[in-house]
Nanobody, 124 residues
């Protein structure tokens, strides 16, 4: 299984970015997907998750109302649309594929495969 994340970059506070994560080598449409992030000096934390059909989504309180997770199973791709970005959103963002099918999870240890990470930097 390979997960390739992209779309990070430098943006001013209040701006927007869209992250993408393309999956290969797995039955993508049977598995929930998640986005996590790690800021300097902090542990990796949950950002958002989406069920295998895309019908259910879960968000961390810190991003609720600003970020939207979505997926396109025909393209084996999950997205994270980030609006109203804040300096505290600065982190390396990772996409992950659930270790088991047909569920949606928020805990890091439940995810079996991880992308390489993409840097998001929000300037004030």
């Amino acid at each position: 299984v390979q997960l390739q994340a992209s779309g990070g970059g430098l943006v001013q506070a209040g701006g927007s970015l869209r992250l993408s994560c393309a999956a290969s080598g797995h039955t993508f449409s049977n598995y929930g997907m998640g986005w996590f992030r790690r800021a300097p000096g902090r542990e990796r934390e949950f950002v958002a998750a989406i069920s295998w059909t895309g019908g259910t989504t879960v968000y961390a309180d810190s991003v609720k109302g600003r970020f939207t997770i979505s997926r396109d199973n025909s393209k084996n791709t999950v997205y994270l649309h980030m609006n109203s970005l804040k300096p505290e959103d600065t982190a390396v963002y990772y996409c992950a594929l659930d270790g088991r099918p047909f569920r949606i999870m928020t805990r890091t240890r439940e995810y079996g495969y991880w992308g390489q990470g993409t840097q998001v930097t929000v300037s004030s």
